[in-house]
């Protein structure tokens, strides 16, 4: 009876020898990820994509109706499916995304509460869609927290895709509180 204790020392020694390396999935930044795809982590979601089936990245702003200016990063991949990161901002310092009024606000404070409570999170980070005009079918909706996180996801992308064309040693970009 001693051979299976023995075969078990041995095996246990075997993996007690291997190096351990821990992927820190809760640290912003850069990372090593599945070689081959490119992966963006957010505080609402993930999005992984085959690298050799981006199709375009595009970094734009525009204005939608009701005084909102989009910072967007979009990515289209050969397979249909899109990601679109994006930044409201209202137009003018004084107005808020929805109306700028007291009562808008207080009721925004008790869906945020809400919403902490149902364990959905912040209210602002949630993409919101009113069906049918903003139904986007094959799409993968990132509402975040800073404009400038936009940029970083773009020159992520592009790092990446482009130039990298998939060969680089970090191609998972984890964003917390962007």
């Given amino acids: ?85 994006y930044y409201l901002e209202p137009v003018t310092e004084g107005s808020s995304i929805t109306s700028g009024s007291a009562t808008v606000n207080r009721l925004k404070d008790l869906a945020n509460k809400v919403s902490d409570k149902a364990g959905t999170g912040d209210i602002d980070m949630i993409v919101t869609k009113h069906y049918p005009e903003t139904t986007h079918a094959k799409t993968s909706e990132f509402r975040l927290k800073n404009k400038e996180t936009v940029k970083q996801i773009y020159e992520d992308i592009l790092r990446v895709w482009a130039e990298e064309k998939g060969r680089g040693a970090k191609n998972r970009l984890i964003i917390r509180n962007g």
């Fill in 1 to 85: 009876m001693k051979t299976p204790i023995v075969a078990f020392s041995l095996l246990l020694s075997g993996f007690l020898a291997l190096p351990i390396v821990a992927q820190d999935d809760n640290q912003d930044g850069n990372q090593a990820g599945f070689q081959g795809f490119w992966e963006v982590v957010t505080s609402t979601g993930r999005f992984v994509s085959r690298i050799d089936q981006i199709a375009s990245a595009s970094e734009h702003e525009y204005f939608i109706d009701g005084g909102v200016k989009v910072y967007e990063c979009t990515v289209d991949t050969d397979g249909g499916q899109t990601a679109r990161f």
